[in-house]
C-alpha cells in the first residue's frame, strides 16, 4: 500500500502537441503529410509514427483485445520497453485512456500525465517512455498493436510509491 | 475497352485458410497464438502478419481514408508492391472487399479471388501479392496500413485483358 492517499491524476484531451514528448499520435490529421491515391479513392496520410524495432529485431502487428476498465481507477505501475517503440491503434472505435511518463528513471506519480484518446487516434509510445499498460473504456476493445520481436529483455515495470487515480472523464 | 463482357467474380468470406496464397488474416482468432497479459486485462493474439521491409526498407505505419466504392463494381486493374508487404486493418469496423491474385506473372481476370471481410479482420499482402487497391464499402473508412519506405521502385500496376465484376454481396 502507498503510504499517501492517492494523488488525482488530470485528464486532458490526446493532441500531437501535448503528445510529443512521449511519441507519436496516429491520426488523419490535416496537420501530416497526406496526399491522394488510387486515382482519387483513398488519402493517405502517409508515415505517421516514428516504429523502432530496436536492434536485431524486426517488426510485428498483434491484436491487444482489452477489457473495459472503470472509473474512478488507480494507476498503481508503470511499464517501458526499453529497446523498442510500441504502437497501438483502436479497432473498435472507442475512446481510451492513455497514461505516460518521460523516459529515463522510473517516474513518481507527479511526473504521470493522463491524456483521453478519441476511438480514431492511436499512440506510438517513443522507446523507454513510462506508460500504464492499456485503459479500454466502455466495453471490450480491440487494438491492432505494432511493436517489436527479438533477442533480449524489453520489459520493464515500477510500482508506484505513491498512486495516482484517475476520477472521470 | 475490354473486348469481352467482364467476368462475375464469386465472392467468398475472408478467412486465415482461403487467403493463406496472398498472405495472412489479421484477427484476433482463437487460431493463433494467443496469451493473457497485463495482470489479466488483456489477450494477446501474437504475431499475426509477415511483416517485410524488403531490402533497405523500414515498417512504417500510415491511415489510408477510403471513399466507399458502390456494387456493381468493375474490377479494370491490379498492383502489386515487389519489395515488401503490405497490410491493412479497419479502423472503422465497417466490412471491405479484398481482390487478389498470386505473385508471378500478371494476372487475368481468371486468376482473381475476391473475398468479403468483415470489420474486424484486417489483411496483409505478401510481398509481391497482385491485389485491387482498397475498396471501402458503406462509408468513408479509415486503415491503419503497415507497409515500407525505402529506396526503389516498389508499385507495378496492371490493366486486364478483360474485367471483372463484382455483383454483389
Redo the contacts between chains.
Keep these: 500500500m502507498s503510504a499517501h492517499a492517492p494523488l488525482p491524476l488530470t485528464v486532458e484531451p490526446l493532441t500531437r502537441e501535448a503528445f510529443a514528448p512521449f511519441g507519436e499520435v496516429?491520426?488523419?490529421s490535416d496537420a501530416v503529410r497526406h496526399f491522394t491515391?488510387?486515382?482519387?479513392?483513398?488519402?493517405?496520410?502517409?508515415?505517421?509514427?516514428n516504429?523502432e524495432?530496436g536492434p536485431d529485431g524486426?517488426?510485428?502487428?498483434?491484436?491487444?483485445?482489452?477489457?473495459p476498465?472503470s472509473l474512478p481507477f488507480t494507476v498503481q505501475m508503470m511499464e517501458r520497453h526499453p529497446l523498442a517503440s510500441q504502437?497501438f491503434?483502436?479497432?473498435?472505435?472507442r475512446p481510451y485512456l492513455v497514461v505516460v511518463a518521460p523516459a529515463g528513471a522510473p517516474p513518481g506519480v507527479e511526473d504521470l500525465k493522463v491524456f483521453l484518446a478519441r476511438g480514431?487516434q492511436?499512440v506510438?509510445y517513443a522507446t523507454g517512455v513510462w506508460h500504464h499498460?492499456?485503459l479500454a473504456l466502455e466495453g471490450v476493445c480491440?487494438f491492432?498493436?505494432?511493436d517489436r520481436?527479438g533477442p533480449g529483455h524489453n520489459c520493464d515495470e515500477v510500482q508506484l510509491d505513491r498512486h495516482g487515480v484517475i476520477e472521470g472523464r
Excluded: C, K
Design positions: 496516429v491520426e488523419a491515391i488510387n486515382a482519387g479513392n483513398t488519402e493517405r496520410y502517409h508515415d505517421l509514427a516504429i524495432p524486426r517488426v510485428i502487428v498483434s491484436i491487444f483485445r482489452g477489457q476498465r504502437a491503434v483502436p479497432m473498435s472505435g480514431d492511436g506510438n499498460p492499456l480491440d491492432l498493436v505494432v520481436s
